[in-house]
Nanobody, 125 residues
Framework: QVQLVESGGGLVQAGGSLRLSCAAS????????MGWFRQAPGKEREFVEA????????YYADSVKGRFTISRDNAKNTLYLQMNSLKPEDTAVYYC??????????????????WGQGTQVTVSS
């Protein structure tokens, strides 16, 4: 069992930045592929970014390319999402998730095993 706790959300103006963090409970954090997803009201949960076990590979949605950066610190059991140049359409609840299975299909939320409770990000225009 892995417990994930997100933090760092808030209200920011368009063009601003936020850094989300996701603290994991287990020392085997490095055994999991980690991802960020988001869900806006009335919409399905969508993939944002993912990162491989040791951080050597990252995957991102086209909508956040060049603006968001995922990273991880396995020594601190923590996942990060640096969000720059935020837009009102980035407004959503952001979730971190852990995936124990191999790297394939990192964009599919159904294949992730553990989820955090989410943190709200609101971008005003």
């Amino acid at each position: 069992q892995v417990q994930l706790v997100e933090s760092g959300g808030g209200l920011v103006q368009a063009g601003g930045s936020l850094r989300l963090s996701c603290a994991a409970s287990r020392r085997t954090f490095s055994n999991y592929i980690m991802g960020w997803f988001r869900q806006a009201p009335g919409k399905e949960r969508e993939f944002v970014e993912a990162i491989s076990w040791l951080g050597g590979s990252t995957y991102y949605a086209d909508s956040v390319k060049g603006r968001f950066t995922i990273s991880r610190d396995n020594a601190k059991n923590t996942l990060y999402l640096q969000m720059n140049s935020l837009k009102p359409e980035d407004t959503a609840v952001y979730y971190c998730a852990a995936k124990a299975t191999p790297i394939a299909a990192v964009t599919n939320p159904a294949l992730y095993d553990y989820w955090g409770q989410g943190t709200q990000v609101t971008v005003s225009s």
